[in-house]
């Protein structure tokens, strides 16, 4: 059902409670496409109680990380810089 609405599914968690499992999924969905509309289209293949946050992919980069990251890099690889 996602992939006819051109929608990826970038990461997946899963996260059991006593209730259920409650599933989060971090899509990348065309930009046309509503949180109404893409919220129609998780309850036609299944999900329930869905609830969407549109992101830019900017809000979704953890910095710190990313720049420990590139510093392991130019310390393994002059070159880098």
């Known amino acids: 059902a ?7 599914i970038l990461s997946l968690q899963t996260h059991p409670l006593a209730e259920g499992t ?6 990348r969905a065309p930009g046309e496409l509503s949180g109404t509309e893409l919220v129609d ?3 036609a293949a299944g999900g329930a109680r869905t ?5 830019d992919a900017h809000d979704l980069v ?3 990380t990313r720049v420990l990251g590139l510093a392991t ?3 393994l690889d002059a070159a880098e810089l």
């Open 62 to 64: 953890d910095a710190p």
């Open 73 to 75: 890099r130019t310390a």
């Open 2 to 8: 996602l992939a006819e609405g051109r929608i990826d």
């Open 51 to 55: 609830w969407t946050e549109r992101a």
């Open 22 to 27: 409650v599933d989060e999924f971090l899509l």
């Open 41 to 43: 289209v998780v309850t």
